[in-house]
C-alpha cells in the first residue's frame, strides 16, 4: 500500500528525522528506505517546507513487545553481552525467560542461583533458555570485554563509575588495579589514556585468562597483566599514581598493601559496602586506623554511594590522597 513520504538527499536524512519526531510527523510504524542519493521519509501527515512529498511503498516495522508488555511486569534481570542473568529474587522463571528470549538481543537466559561469593567474586548460574553457553562480548564505553559469566566476577552496574574514576587519571600517570577481574577499569583507563601505564592484578586465573585476552581485543600495548594473591603479586611495584581496591567485602585486609604501592600524593580509590545510616563515616575511621598503623596519613577527597547493593545497603567508593 502506497503511503505519504517526504524524500530528503541522504546527506541531509538523519537531521530531518529528527526534524519529523519532534513535529510528530514520522510514521513509526513504517521503515525508511534509500533511494539512490535520497532517503524517503514517511510521514504521517502532510508537513509544510520540505518539498518533495510523495507516495510509496514502505515495509513495516515489525515491533518488538518488550518483557514488560509480555510479562505485565518488569523483570529484574542483568544483561551482560546477549547473556540476560535473571535476579535470584525473581519467581516465576520460565515464563520470564520466554519472554526474555524473545529480545533480539537476548539469546541466552541465566539464573542467578546464588549470590556472589567466594574469594573470587563468582556466582551459580543455571541454564533457563535460548543457545545453552555462559561466555560472551561485552561492549561498554567502546571498549570489548569477552568474559564467561560464571567463572569470573562481571557487572555491567559499575560503567559509570569507570568513566569516573579513568576520568581522574593523566597520561603518563601509573595506575594499579589491585583486583582487576576482567580487566573493565584498566582497559578503560589504557584505552583513554594510551600514555598511562596500568599493572592489572588478579588471583583468579580463570579472569587473568580473559583479562588477558581483553588487553589483545582492545589492541593495549599500555596494560601489564600480573597473576596471583595481589600481596605477592605487587612486588617490585612502587610509587603509582593511583590505585583502584574494587573488592568491597574485604578491601581492608589489602589497604597496607595499597599504601605500600602508592606514591606521596597518590589517590587510593576504596570501595566498600555500607549501611545507608552511616555512609562513609566508619569505613573512613577504618582507613584512618590502619593508615596510622602504616605509618601514613590519608586526606579523603570524594565521597560516593555508587550504586544500592541490598537493601539498606550501598556500594561506595572514598577516594583518598596518601600523605
Ligand atoms: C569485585 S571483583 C572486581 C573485578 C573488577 N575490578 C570489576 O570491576 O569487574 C574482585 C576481584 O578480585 C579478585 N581477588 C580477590 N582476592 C584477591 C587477591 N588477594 N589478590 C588478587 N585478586 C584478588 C577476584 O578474583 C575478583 O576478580
Not at 21 to 35: F, S, T, V, Y
Not at 53 to 81: C, H, M, N, R, W
Not at 169 to 193: C, Q, R, W
Request: proline content about 4%; some cysteine; glycine content about 6%.
Amino acid at each position: 500500500m502506497e503511503s505519504q513520504c517526504i524524500s530528503i538527499n541522504k546527506r541531509d536524512g538523519e537531521i530531518t528525522r529528527r526534524e519529523l519526531i519532534e513535529m510528530g510527523a514520522l510514521d513509526k510504524n513504517l521503515k525508511i528506505k534509500q533511494d539512490g542519493e535520497h532517503i524517503l521519509i514517511p510521514v504521517n501527515k502532510p508537513v509544510e517546507g520540505y518539498g518533495n512529498i510523495g507516495y510509496d511503498d514502505f515495509e513495516e516495522v515489525i515491533k518488538e513487545e518488550t518483557p514488560q508488555e509480555l510479562l505485565g511486569t518488569s523483570p529484574a534481570y542483568e544483561l551482560v553481552g546477549d547473556i540476560a542473568i535473571i535476579d535470584r529474587y525473581e519467581s516465576d522463571l520460565k515464563n520470564i525467560a520466554e519472554a526474555l528470549v524473545k529480545q533480539k538481543k537476548i539469546r541466552t537466559v541465566l539464573y542467578a542461583d546464588t549470590p556472589v561469593s567466594g574469594e573470587y567474586r563468582t556466582r551459580e548460574l543455571s541454564y533457563l533458555a535460548g543457545e545453552n553457553k555462559t561466555e560472551t562480548i561485552y561492549r561498554e564505553n567502546k571498549c570489548r570485554y569477552r568474559l564467561d559469566v560464571s567463572k569470573v566476577y562481571f557487572t555491567p552496574r559499575l560503567a559509570t563509575e569507570r568513566l569516573r574514576i579513568a576520568g581522574q587519571v593523566k597520561n603518563g600517570e601509573t595506575v594499579v588495579d589491585m583486583f582487576a577481574g576482567i580487566g573493565p577499569f584498566s582497559i578503560l583507563i589504557a584505552k583513554k589514556l594510551p600514555d598511562s601505564h596500568v599493572i592489572a592484578i588478579d588471583k583468579n586465573p580463570e579472569a587473568v585468562r580473559y583479562l588477558r585476552e581483553n588487553v589483545e581485543l582492545n589492541k593495549l600495548e599500555n596494560v601489564e597483566v600480573r597473576e596471583g594473591d595481589v600481596r605477592t603479586a605487587s612486588n617490585g611495584v612502587r610509587d603509582a599514581d593511583h590505585v583502584i581496591m574494587n573488592l568491597p567485602h574485604s578491601g581492608f585486609e589489602f589497604l597496607d598493601v595499597a599504601f605500600g604501592l602508592i606514591k606521596k600524593g597518590g589517590i587510593v580509590h576504596f570501595y566498600a559496602i555500607s549501611h545507608e545510616d552511616d555512609l562513609f563515616g566508619e569505613t573512613l575511621l577504618k582507613i584512618n586506623e590502619i593508615a596510622r598503623r602504616c605509618n601514613v596519613s590519608i586526606v579523603p577527597i570524594e565521597k560516593r554511594a555508587v550504586r544500592p547493593y541490598a537493601p539498606y545497603q550501598y556500594n561506595i567508593c572514598i577516594d583518598f590522597r596518601v600523605t
